[in-house]
């Protein structure tokens, strides 16, 4: 009996350090992520282009001036001739941008990814929205009629429908759009997940003009967080709370249980709609939710919106938007809220370690770092996190590497201003030189190797630059299109070339390492031990194992040769993988990385 009672204390004094439950979906554990901004990726389909009026409610209100799809290749930030007349700068210009990108286009292009070896994609908004990334939704249960092949049509059924009854919603031409874009990556054995932005709808929402029009007497009076309703015998007006105080972007009213039960019924209603669609399976529904500005919606929601889906699909991967501490975060991570988060910790880290040059951490306290969101949330999450090095939100990669020793990317109020070419004009926006593009091939190296999933934001793999929103949403670089060179600073003046095409090597990089981690189940799926560390010669080894699969990863951050002679070499039992070679010793050059393996594939 004591014996017992000593192996009981032993497990519980033990057992958070090595047993964690894993809560998380198996299939996206260690896949490859690529995220799509729709509006920008590919024009499949010219005849739904959105006219002027589509904008109508969306920044910066202007639906008077002159407008037309603004041509895919021309140069950024030069202001066309339509855009001349209204007076206004390039960066109110750009707002006003559509270039016409829709789902036809991401559906063209899928092969595309497959060929880069990509295993999921994370879809921006796709639901009827008047601006270019559609953070504004009009509602969540259609798709936005300019992203499918009939708007108008889409739009006059959409009109006759009752929100309030999802029994009754019909199913626009963009949904069914939809739906086959949800078909054909899954016929490819591909994965993909839509974005909810359940904070806040869209002022031209179809709740929200209710109650602007009927106020009180609105069926949706109780969505929102109405602070005074308008009374012109009191002479009170119509106020009402805003995301982060803008007016656009009314918030969902929230109590002691989350978002209230209206709104709430509405969401979980459109939820169900994308996963199991027309009640025929769940084989037809999206893979998982990404779910915008997590930290500002309460966790009752989150607790019962997981349950809600899961109990329609327990293999639905949920990813949070959250830029938190590991402390702050644990609470979204602990098996009743999210599988996983965009892994801004880990680009923080990233940015530390490669993009700084003078500022640059060291190795150590790389690999400190990296451990410690490794261990924070348990081994299951840890896979899934999706570990981006940038997004729709934040600099390019390609202009983060030749803007070194600035502000830190994790102080990131600072950074966001900072790397806003309309907030710093001496942001450099210019195109990444060789060197620079070389630090960004040891990143993407490294962000592909490391654990958990990489999440490549589109445009990375074929060498697209810009500074922080709106430049790191330019029109998709494609490899059959001629397009113009930058010239144009955002003033109008004019600067050298800077030449705008599809970087083939590049991609080539980017396919060569996505190929070794879809072919090497130790690295997509494998422990991670750290091997090395050695601040003085700037150089981090590390090894992903999987039964008695290994692999060896080493990378030098100096700009000089460095040799590696661990012991685990001397066996002989270690190949590069990609000459064959047995190698006893390494000797990497600047900025560059090797792999090694006890099986080649």
């Not at 994965?191 to 179809?206: A, E, K, P, R, Y």
């Amino acid at each position: 009996m004591k014996n017992i009672v000593a192996l009981s204390l032993f497990l519980l004094m033990f057992l958070p350090s090595f047993a964690q439950v894993d809560f998380t979906p198996n299939w996206s554990k260690g896949v490859v992520w690529y995220q799509i901004f729709p509006e920008r990726f590919y024009n499949g389909d010219p005849s739904n282009d959105p006219k002027v009026d589509d904008q109508n409610g969306a920044f910066p209100f202007d639906v008077t001036s002159d407008f037309q799809i603004h041509p895919w290749t021309s140069d950024w930030y030069k202001l066309q001739p339509y855009e001349q007349k209204n007076g206004k700068d390039v960066f109110y210009n750009i707002q006003r941008r559509r270039y016409g990108g829709d789902l036809q286009g991401v559906i063209d292009k899928l092969d595309y990814l497959q060929s880069l070896g990509v295993n999921a994609i994370y879809m921006n908004p796709i639901f009827w929205s008047p601006s270019s990334h559609k953070y504004d939704a009009l509602c969540y249960h259609h798709v936005d009629p300019t992203f499918g092949p009939d708007p108008v049509g889409d739009m006059k059924l959409i009109e006759k429908e009752d929100p309030l009854n999802p029994e009754k919603w019909v199913w626009t031409k963009a949904d069914l759009l939809a739906l086959k874009l949800i078909d054909e990556v899954h016929k490819r054995k591909m994965f993909i997940i839509f974005d909810g932005v359940f904070n806040h709808l869209g002022v031209n929402s179809f709740a929200f003009r209710d109650v602007e029009k009927n106020q009180e007497a609105s069926a949706y009076k109780d969505w929102f967080s109405v602070k005074s309703w308008k009374d012109d015998a009191k002479g009170t007006k119509f106020e009402y709370e805003g995301w982060y105080g803008v007016k656009t972007l009314p918030e969902l009213k929230e109590d002691s249980n989350g978002i209230v039960p209206g709104p709430k019924q509405y969401i979980f209603d459109a939820t169900r709609r994308w996963m199991n669609p027309m009640n025929k399976g769940t084989q037809y529904g999206i893979d998982g939710w990404r779910l915008d500005v997590a930290f500002c919606v309460d966790h009752p929601f989150w607790k019962d919106w997981r349950k809600w889906v899961k109990s329609i699909n327990k293999e639905v991967y949920l990813t949070a938007e959250l830029v938190y501490s590991i402390d702050k975060t644990k609470p979204y991570l602990s098996g009743d809220e999210f599988d996983a988060t965009m892994n801004y910790n880990f680009s923080f880290a990233v940015h530390d370690f490669f993009v700084q040059d003078a500022k640059a951490s060291t190795v150590t306290q790389f690999d400190t770092q990296l451990k410690e969101l490794r261990d924070g949330f348990g081994e299951g999450v840890a896979m899934n996190m999706q570990n981006l090095v940038d997004s729709h939100d934040a600099t390019r990669i390609g202009s983060a590497v030749a803007n070194p020793d600035g502000k830190k990317f994790g102080d990131w109020g600072d950074y966001f201003n900072w790397s806003q070419k309309s907030s710093n004009t001496e942001y450099n926006a210019r195109k990444p030189n060789a060197e620079q593009l070389q630090k960004q091939k040891l990143i993407a190296a490294f962000q592909i190797l490391y654990l958990g999933s990489p999440m490549i934001y589109y445009g990375d793999e074929c060498g697209m630059w810009g500074s922080n929103d709106p430049d790191c949403r330019k029109p998709m670089v494609w490899d059959d299109k001629k397009y113009d060179s930058e010239t144009f600073n955002p003033n109008q003046t004019i600067h050298d070339a800077d030449k705008v095409d599809f970087n083939t090597d590049l991609f080539n990089w980017y396919k060569k390492f996505i190929g070794l981690r879809n072919k090497y189940n130790a690295i997509k799926k494998g422990s991670y031990t750290t091997l090395e560390t050695n601040d003085a010669e700037k150089t981090y080894a590390f090894i992903r194992k999987i039964g008695t699969q290994e692999v060896i990863v080493i990378l030098n951050r100096s700009d000089k040769n460095v040799n590696f002679n661990n012991p685990i070499l001397k066996k002989g039992e270690f190949k590069d993988v990609f000459t064959k070679k047995t190698m006893k010793e390494v000797q990497i050059k600047p900025m560059d990385i090797v792999v090694l393996s006890n099986t080649i594939l």
